[in-house]
């Protein structure tokens, strides 16, 4: 497996994947953009996440989640800047994440 460089490059090998819905953040859930379905942090779960920095401006940075719930057999992304660019609520719903699986 080769090493994916850009968002764009990692995006689209995750769509091939299967990871089709792309999740908007909405209060403190998870809102697909495709379908109507919305997510609660205990109804998905975090497969894989990637870190991507800019190449000359910090403020470029973001993080993209590969998100997956058994519970509606959907699978999807979430893309969330990083560091300053971070989305206070994304950090929220991915912190109460990390605790259930602790």
Not at 30 to 40: D, N, T, V, Y
Not at 72 to 78: D, E, I, P, Q, R
Request: charged share 20%; no cysteine; net charge negative.
């Amino acid at each position: 497996m080769h090493t994916l460089l850009t968002l764009s490059e990692t995006l689209a090998q995750l769509k091939a994947e299967g990871y089709t819905e792309d999740f908007n953040l909405k209060g403190d859930y998870l809102a697909g953009q495709r379908s109507a379905i919305q997510l609660s942090p205990h109804e998905f779960v975090v497969d894989q996440h990637f870190r991507f920095e800019g190449p000359s401006d910090p403020a470029d940075s973001a993080v993209l989640y590969a998100i997956s719930s058994a519970r509606f057999n959907l699978k999807g992304t979430l893309v969330n800047g990083y560091g300053v660019s971070s989305d206070e609520t994304a950090d929220l719903i991915i912190r109460a994440i990390r605790e259930q699986t602790a």
